[in-house]
């Protein structure tokens, strides 16, 4: 299964700007391995190995210039692999262990997905706020999900 969440936003803002709020989010959200990398009109962040946040995968954020705004996604940097065994024969086997792994992973998936996207935002609030713009809005729509 993979988790993917891509936000539109119909307004202008400083990208440098924005990728650099977020290199610190992860950072105080204790992510050991953080890398970022710009193209023309797009950034890339990955981060990986957080101490507080027990993920199967990287997390990559994509954000990219568009026309009349920007467009930023999360999501996992590698599809997760999911059981499928009954829950029963899988904790016979010691697969419980792996089960529990797995459904931490996605409590923390939830949780890093919440408070990821409060904090641009609150970025793009305080960016909107200092530019002084009006009138602009967002639009969010979820990917389908790719399966395996």
Not at 2 to 25: A, D, G, H, P, Y
Not at 79 to 84: A, L, M, Q
Request: net charge neutral; no cysteine; proline share 3%.
């Amino acid at each position: 299964m993979v988790w993917r969440m891509q936000k539109s936003f119909e307004r202008k803002t400083n990208l440098e700007t924005l990728t650099k709020q977020i290199i610190r989010f992860f950072e105080a959200k204790k992510f050991e391995d953080i890398t970022a990398f710009q193209n023309d009109d797009s950034y890339q962040i990955i981060a990986g190995n957080s101490r507080t946040y027990k993920l199967r995968s990287d997390l990559k954020v994509d954000i990219h210039k568009e026309k009349d705004g920007f467009t930023v996604s999360l999501e996992p940097l590698k599809e997760t692999k999911r059981f499928n065994f009954p829950m029963t024969l899988a904790t016979m086997f010691g697969g419980g262990y792996f089960l529990l792994k797995d459904l931490k992973s996605n409590e923390a998936w939830v949780k890093i997905e919440r408070e990821f996207w409060n904090q641009v935002h609150s970025v793009i609030a305080d960016t909107k706020d200092r530019d002084d713009s009006t009138g602009q809005h967002e639009n969010e729509h979820h990917p389908p999900e790719n399966s395996g």
